[in-house]
């Protein structure tokens, strides 16, 4: 019985490996670019209500893309990409401070950066216009490895859908209050300290490619991608004190990003 399994796992190697010669398996290299829409998804800023509105949130990515095609139907696509993203706020810190505001919003991290801290029973506040806007800004090296599946890519256009995970490492992270950047340095520690060295994301595209010659192909695709872990890193401790740095009971902080990414690759032959 064993012999007689190993025969037949034999075969089916052998017949994989007919097919996938045959079916004309190619290689690409090419570079993308992708303007993007981006967010940080905490849905107690979203219901922070008047004290926090989130606002239109602009960011880019770039960088190089790797494929290998098994056929003209199936293949594994692996990018490099550096990728600005982040949020935007605006508030009152009067209205957090005195009207009952949820203090697990951002707009806590507003109330620190601004020197007050919250609390009942603090009734000043440094500025007569507490009028504020407020934004985060993440840059991470991004590496997506994806499950890609076309309509028949020989053709001169084509559609196609790529969906797979993404890996995120952590480059650097700002964080600015009415326009300019705010600094830990009193506190011993920076922006980065805030936000976790990597994360998880999960990634979809869903596009075209048009070929300009038999070699060069031009991809068009709508980009999403959501976090599957937190951006933020709640265990941070502020350094000479006992106190994290978000409030304990925040929710989590995923990114989000949808853009339109725009590529331009070159096949390496077929095998």
Not at 30 to 35: A, E, F, L
Not at 60 to 66: D, K, Q, R, T
Not at 197 to 204: E, F, K, N, P, R
Not at 240 to 259: I, L, Y
């Amino acid at each position: 019985m064993k012999k007689l399994f190993n025969f037949f796992t034999i075969l089916a190697f052998l017949g994989c490996s007919t097919y996938f010669v045959k079916a004309q398996s190619s290689v690409e290299g090419g570079v993308i670019v992708m303007p993007q829409f981006t967010a940080l998804l905490n849905t107690q800023d979203f219901a922070a209500g008047k004290d926090l509105d989130y606002s239109l949130t602009t960011g880019f990515a770039g960088g190089l893309s790797g494929a290998y095609n098994f056929n003209n139907h199936v293949g594994i696509e692996i990018n490099l990409i550096l990728s600005s993203q982040g949020e935007k706020y605006k508030g009152n810190l009067n209205y957090y401070k005195f009207n009952g505001a949820d203090t697990t919003s951002y707009a806590s991290i507003v109330a620190f950066q601004a020197g007050a801290g919250y609390s009942p029973s603090n009734q000043s506040w440094p500025a007569a216009d507490t009028a504020f806007t407020a934004k985060v800004s993440l840059t991470y090296l991004k590496i997506p490895i994806l499950f890609k599946l076309t309509s028949n890519s020989d053709k001169s256009a084509f559609f196609y859908m790529n969906i797979g995970p993404e890996f995120n490492i952590l480059v650097s992270a700002t964080q600015t209050l009415n326009g300019s950047d705010f600094s830990y340095s009193t506190y011993n520690f920076t922006t980065k300290q805030l936000y976790k060295s990597s994360g998880i994301d999960l990634v979809l595209n869903l596009g075209a490619g048009f070929h300009l010659s038999s070699n060069l192909i031009l991809t068009t695709q709508i980009n999403f991608d959501y976090g599957l872990t937190d951006a933020e890193n709640k265990s941070f401790v502020i350094p000479g004190t006992s106190s994290h740095a978000f409030p304990s009971n925040r929710s989590t902080n995923p990114n989000g990003t949808a853009g339109l990414r725009l590529g331009l690759a070159y096949k390496f032959g077929s095998s």
